[in-house]
């Protein structure tokens, strides 16, 4: 699976910004797909994850009520409607997905085999 993330781009504080993953591969609806973030300076840390089927979708605390993470599995494609956005929001903004990680590990970078190459995301105050 290739993954290509895009949406990325410069917004005020307040505003809002659609990520978009698009993944090749047959396989794509068989996958759990996550976004995760690196802002500089910083370690990545995960952002949300949905299941196969879109019917189960998982946030960090930190994005809770303001990102929906969504798929099309007709388009091979994954979103991140991102609502509210903050400064401290900036980052570069990559998905990734496997079909093999746990529900335990969702949150976890390494459980995913495959990633895109980022986005970046920037938020002025």
């Known amino acids: 699976v290739q993954l290509q993330a895009s949406g990325g781009g410069l917004v005020q504080a307040g505003g809002s910004l659609r990520l978009s993953c698009a993944a090749s591969?047959?396989?794509?609806?068989?996958?759990?797909m996550g976004w995760f973030r690196q802002a500089p300076g910083k370690e990545r840390e995960f952002v949300a994850a949905i299941s196969w089927s879109g019917g189960s979708t998982y946030y960090a605390d930190s994005v809770k009520g303001r990102f929906t993470i969504s798929r099309d599995n007709a388009k091979n494609t994954v979103y991140l409607q991102m609502n509210s956005l903050k400064p401290e929001d900036t980052a570069v903004y990559y998905c990734?997905?496997?079909?093999?990680?746990?529900?335990?590990?969702?949150?976890?970078?390494?459980?995913?085999?495959?990633w895109g190459q980022g986005t970046k995301v920037t938020v002025s105050s």
């Open positions: 990734a997905g496997s079909n093999t990680v746990i529900l335990s590990r969702l949150r976890e970078g390494n459980a995913y085999a495959y």
């Open positions: 591969g047959r396989t794509f609806s068989s996958y759990i």
